[in-house]
């Protein structure tokens, strides 16, 4: 992520997040293009066919963002990572949809490459199925699904995971190789729930 106008966003961030709507309007252009690339990363992890673009996904984003009210925007980074969460909730939340409509067509569901879960260049991978399991980690240990959420949701470095869960990034190289373990593992076996 480009740090080019990190202390005015996070400026804006925080007098938005006051209810300042001004700030909201000057912020708008100076992360569209950010959460664009957030978008198109999570667009390459679907399945071809899909009919969302990303740039549908980030103003679907952007107007759920718009009507949340009075967040405490920690910087730039904590945005991306809230904005990454809501993007991941509308495309598992499609993909849940797409599966209910081929069940109540009687068409089987689509397919999970388990040899590259949880690889972000795999378009056919089952989000479902690892947004069921990442939810099981959660349960289980929330870092270590916070880890994976920002860094493979989020596309965050490691650096910028470490500063948003305010661990140091060993720590999130740690986690974030377990986890991935644990995911693969769940997947694999079909014990997401």
């Known amino acids: 992520m480009s740090t080019d106008s990190s202390p005015e966003v996070t400026a804006?961030?925080?007098?938005?997040?006051?209810?300042?709507e001004?700030?909201?309007?000057?912020?708008?252009?100076?992360v569209f293009k950010e959460l664009h690339r957030i978008a198109r990363r999570q667009m390459r992890q679907e399945r071809d066919g899909n009919t969302l673009q990303a740039t549908a996904l980030v103003n679907e984003a952007y107007l759920r963002l718009v009507n949340v009210h009075n967040v405490g925007w920690q910087d730039r980074v904590h945005f991306f990572a809230i904005s990454a969460q809501i993007m991941r909730r509308i495309l598992v939340d499609r993909a849940r949809a797409r599966r209910s409509a081929k069940r109540n067509a009687g068409d089987?569901?689509?397919?999970?490459?388990?040899?590259r879960v949880p690889d972000a260049s795999t378009p056919d991978r089952d989000l479902v199925a690892v947004d069921d399991a990442l939810n099981e980690l959660a349960?289980?240990?929330q870092r270590k699904a916070r880890v994976v959420e920002l860094r493979f949701f989020g596309g965050l470095s490691v650096e910028e995971t470490a500063e948003v869960l305010s661990i140091?990034?060993?720590?999130v190289m740690r986690d974030w190789r377990l986890a991935k373990a644990w995911l693969m593992r769940?997947?694999?076996r079909g014990g997401a729930p």
Request: no cysteine; aromatic share 2%.
């Open 12 to 20: 804006l961030l925080r007098a938005w997040g006051k209810g300042d």
């Open 22 to 30: 001004a700030a909201l309007n000057q912020l708008t252009p100076l």
């Open 108 to 115: 089987r569901a689509d397919s999970v490459d388990l040899a």
């Open 139 to 141: 349960r289980l240990d």
């Open 168 to 171: 140091s990034p060993q720590s």
């Open 186 to 188: 769940e997947v694999t």
